[in-house]
């Protein structure tokens, strides 16, 4: 367990975590803004992810700031042997707790994880029209590397999907190179 000042701390998930993680999640669907999908998964379905997850594959990270879940990352590596180096980063935060920290703070988390068990590459999705999300990827090394034009369909409009990734060094894990 990690605390950012005296409000948050940044903590594994565990099983027991899946129902308060699943509120913050809908909470964070229900704008409509960030996600691509419809829904976050059921309860139900956190709670087996939770339980079956191998530690040197997946990372899931919860924040909670004064007693409630303000924040969740999720890291996971690919099986395929060739590109294990590289994990897909899912990050978001409750909106009353954006631009205090919170990511920043569990994004330094995940890259020790990373150094750790041997991920070299962050990748992740955003919308292009996060542009808080864009700048704070990029403020912390993260570059673009792609771009999906129209590829988010919004009613009568689309919006281009961004695909960004970070290289890890040996000065992501709080070490020096």
């Not at 509120?23 to 379905?45: K, V």
């Not at 996971?76 to 009353?96: C, Q, W, Y």
């Not at 864009?134 to 673009?144: E, H, K, N, R, T």
């Amino acid at each position: 367990m990690q605390r950012t000042g005296s409000q948050v701390l940044v903590r594994g998930a565990t099983p027991n975590d899946a129902g308060e993680l699943y509120h913050l999640q809908a909470a964070i669907y229900r704008e409509s803004r960030w996600f691509i999908g419809d829904s976050p998964p059921s309860p139900e379905s956190l709670t087996r992810r939770l339980r079956s997850t191998d530690p040197k594959m997946s990372l899931y990270l919860i924040a909670v700031c004064n007693d409630e879940f303000c924040g969740w990352l999720e890291l996971h590596r690919l099986h395929p042997s060739k590109v294990r180096h590289v994990a897909i980063l899912t990050l978001a935060v409750g909106s009353a707790w954006r631009r205090r920290g919170v990511a920043r703070e569990m994004l330094a988390r995940s890259y020790r994880w990373g150094i750790r068990v041997g991920v070299g590459k962050i990748s992740l999705n955003v919308r292009a029209e996060n542009r808080a999300a864009v700048a704070l990827y990029q403020d912390q090394g993260f570059v673009l590397e792609g771009c999906e034009r129209n590829h988010i369909r919004l009613g009568d409009r689309f919006e281009d999907n961004l695909i960004m990734a970070k290289f890890l060094s040996r000065g992501d894990d709080g070490v020096g190179s």
